[in-house]
């Protein structure tokens, strides 16, 4: 359509360096998704998506320009907050998994040193 002329598009206005940049960005994260998963949970993973959220606003304010409300700077730093906690080294009991027992870590599992 473009080469008939049934579609009128001016290639040279095409903001090429915008679109470049996007599939880069996309790439990478495609990317990120994978690896995370397989070298964590998909519940952490899913979790650390969420960090694109505030950066994802401070993007809008370097790039665009985007003035931001009081609400919107209120929810990135909510969620930063609960990001931050989540990944604190300070974690209680209930965090720990069925398999896993407080106090003992993975590489000293006794049902493996029972087999052995």
């Known amino acids: 359509l ?3 002329g049934a579609y009128p598009l001016r ?3 095409v903001p090429w360096h ?3 940049a996007t599939a ?8 990120l998704i994978k690896f995370g998963l397989s070298r964590d949970s998909p ?5 650390a998506t969420q960090i694109g959220i505030p950066l994802n606003l401070l993007l809008d304010i370097a790039v665009v320009r985007t003035p931001i409300h009081r609400t919107q700077a209120a929810g990135a730093l909510i969620v930063l907050c ?3 906690l989540f990944h604190s080294p300070v974690r209680s009991n209930l ?3 069925p398999l896993e027992e407080p106090g003992v870590s993975a590489s000293r599992d006794p049902l493996l040193e029972a087999t052995s």
Do not use: G
Request: proline share 0%.
């Open 82 to 84: 609960s990001f931050a």
């Open 95 to 97: 965090s720990t998994t």
């Open 43 to 47: 519940v952490v993973v899913s979790l």
């Open 18 to 20: 915008m679109i470049a």
């Open 24 to 31: 880069t960005s996309s790439a990478v994260f495609n990317f």
């Open 11 to 13: 290639l040279d206005r």
């Open 2 to 4: 473009l080469y008939i």
